[in-house]
Nanobody, 122 residues
Framework: QVQLVESGGGSVQAGGALRLSCAYS?????MGWFRQTPQGAREGVAF???????NYTDSMKGRFTISKDNDKNTLSLQMYSLKPEDTATYYC???????????????????WGQGTQVTVSS
């Protein structure tokens, strides 16, 4: 089991930026971020395989960047040009299961952080 602890959420105005961090106990095949909106919808945000390959949900491409520092055991999500619809609780996730794509369904992930709230006001 991977221990995941997020930080860095907060409130920002539309067009602003935030950087989320996730401290992890050890690296896995796939790590990334999901978010859950106030309406309860859960969606993938960005993911990274242990070879450095990344993928993003289309609406986040060009605005969000995922990165990983294995020396510091930290996964980060840099978010720019934030919109009110980005308001959500953001969760860091991890899994092994290399036979599955890195991304995909939240049900594929056994390890979740506690979440960090991001609120974007218009």
């Amino acid at each position: 089991q991977v221990q995941l602890v997020e930080s860095g959420g907060g409130s920002v105005q539309a067009g602003g930026a935030l950087r989320l961090s996730c401290a992890y106990s050890h690296s896995t095949f796939c790590m990334g971020w999901f978010r859950q909106t106030p309406q309860g919808a859960r969606e993938g945000v960005a993911f990274m395989k242990n070879d450095g390959t990344t993928n993003y949900t289309d609406s986040m491409k060009g605005r969000f960047t995922i990165s990983k520092d294995n020396d510091k055991n930290t996964l980060s999500l840099q978010m720019y040009s934030l919109k009110p619809e980005d308001t959500a609780t953001y969760y860091c996730v991890a899994k092994e299961k290399p036979w599955q794509p890195c991304g995909g369904s939240p049900y594929w992930y056994n390890d979740w952080g506690q979440g960090t709230q991001v609120t974007v006001s218009s």
